[in-house]
């Protein structure tokens, strides 16, 4: 039954996206976060809603009469040049087979989904649906885990499949930094709604959130978070105030963490202690962090081997290509468990996909936007009518350093989740140029027919 509800709500939304492409943009979102397919059980699981809606967006996009443009600016086209370098690179890869195989699944999608995305989202309410898409879509899941590591007595991190199966937050690690990305946005949302019920509802949200964080058992998520929280102190006026605030809060976390969780996060540090180098003694490093090290050595290796265009997607833990690269020097060497594996950092999976060039771009992405979020809080501080692109830009730029330092110690170099807060901030600095009178409206104003000004003329 589920399966059939899944179903018919989802082909019922195409008559709405033939209307109006950027709604298509909107479900496309929802799906992509949500993947309310994969909340059933039966047939759904194995269907691919999203391919029909990428095709009914895109008959709709190009079917539309309304004025398409490009939002234009620096980050937007080192966004477009990542994508067409990731292309080139998945195409001359050693083995073009298993690199378009991940090309096709994530990256093909979430390009086309972008640039849609940057065309159609145009006017601030089209950017403010999309935001609560964004919030309710992973809002969704963070509570399901939030209310599921409160009935586990928050010991759900020693199991897997936090998020939905078969996607990129399906790991808890991944999951942990998504839901942190998240409660920013969250913290807008409630700041911003209307209604009393979707502030709650925002601010539930948020809450779960931190919630998942603790119960994923996830180290990196955990030092992410305070990282995270130490920024937005930075960016409070009241720093007295909050920094009481955070410093009870943070009490009450530690009061509620299980004992387990503590030792893992305290074996990170202790293994460093009252040493010169952390590699003194290789015996004493903690198994899962020697082999990251081991890994990255590996990475550094393999990009030093084709600096220009690496050896294309997903090539670090393919076997053909990463086991000519292991080494007897590199850390952990004698584990058992040390061989090809994942990258575990985001930078050292797009240098070994993409070469050094693909690395340059993609840190050119992420510095750009964080510096384009501070630029628009700068330019709209003051301003009543741009409060919300205001605190929007300083949430999204909270949300950046979340994935910047998280994705340290993870694979997720192409989570949609992220460059689609890439994109926000590319449309929010469209909109901010607009309304101060530097750049000219994208969308024109919807005409009204005759009689409806015949109607209006009274009245005024």
Not at 48 to 62: C, D, E, K, W, Y
Not at 134 to 144: D, E, F, Q
Not at 380 to 408: E, F, K, P
């Amino acid at each position: 039954m589920r399966d059939v509800v899944i179903l018919v709500g989802i082909l019922a939304l195409i008559p709405m996206i033939l209307r109006r492409p950027y709604i298509g943009v909107l479900v496309w979102t929802w799906i992509a976060l949500l993947n309310p397919h994969r909340e059933a059980f039966g047939f759904s699981t194995s269907l691919r809603p999203n391919l029909v809606i990428v095709l009914v967006t895109l008959i709709a996009f190009v079917i539309s009469s309304e004025r398409k443009s490009w939002p234009g600016g620096k980050l937007a086209a080192s966004f477009a040049v990542f994508i067409g370098w990731t292309t080139l690179t998945a195409a001359i890869a050693p083995d073009p087979a298993a690199s378009f195989e991940f090309y096709n699944d994530f990256v093909v999608k979430m390009a086309i989904h972008m640039v849609i995305l940057l065309i159609v989202i145009n006017t601030p309410h089209r950017l403010i649906s999309l935001v609560w898409t964004y919030g309710l879509s992973l809002g969704y899941h963070a509570v399901k885990i939030g209310l599921v590591t409160v009935y586990s007595g928050f010991v759900i991190g020693r199991y897997s499949g936090f998020g939905p199966a078969d996607t990129m937050i399906d790991d808890r690690n991944h999951f942990a930094v998504a839901m942190l990305m998240l409660a920013p946005i969250l913290f807008f949302l409630w700041k911003h709604a209307d209604q009393k019920i979707m502030r709650n509802l925002a601010l539930i949200g948020m809450g779960m959130c931190f919630l998942s964080v603790i119960g994923s058992f996830s180290r990196g998520g955990m030092l992410t978070m305070v990282a995270m929280l130490f920024f937005l102190w930075t960016k409070t006026n009241s720093k007295m105030i909050s920094g009481a605030l955070l410093a009870i809060t943070a009490f009450v976390a530690v009061s509620f963490v299980p004992t387990e969780y503590k030792e893992r996060i305290g074996s990170t540090f202790e293994q460093f202690a009252g040493k010169e180098s952390a590699y003194d003694d290789e015996s004493e490093l903690d198994e899962s962090f020697c082999l990251r090290i081991a890994n990255w050595q590996v990475g550094w290796d393999m990009a030093v081997a084709s600096p220009i265009f690496g050896h294309g997607l997903r090539s670090i833990q393919n076997h053909s290509i990463a086991t000519d690269y292991l080494s007897e020097d590199h850390i952990c060497s004698e584990k058992e468990k040390y061989g090809v594996r994942a990258a575990h950092n985001i930078y050292v999976e797009v240098m070994t996909d993409s070469g050094f060039v693909g690395l340059f771009l993609f840190i050119s992405i992420l510095a750009g936007s964080w510096l384009t979020c501070g630029r628009i809080a700068r330019r709209t501080r003051g301003r009543a009518d741009l409060l919300w692109a205001h605190d929007l830009a300083s949430m999204m730029q909270v949300s950046v350093t979340g994935y910047a330092i998280g994705g340290v110690l993870l694979s997720l170099a192409y989570y949609d989740g992220y460059f689609i807060i890439i994109c926000m901030t590319i449309v929010l600095h469209r909109l901010v140029e607009e309304a101060l009178g530097e750049a000219e409206p994208r969308r024109e104003p919807p005409r009204r027919s005759k009689r409806k000004r015949r109607a209006a003329v009274p009245a005024e």
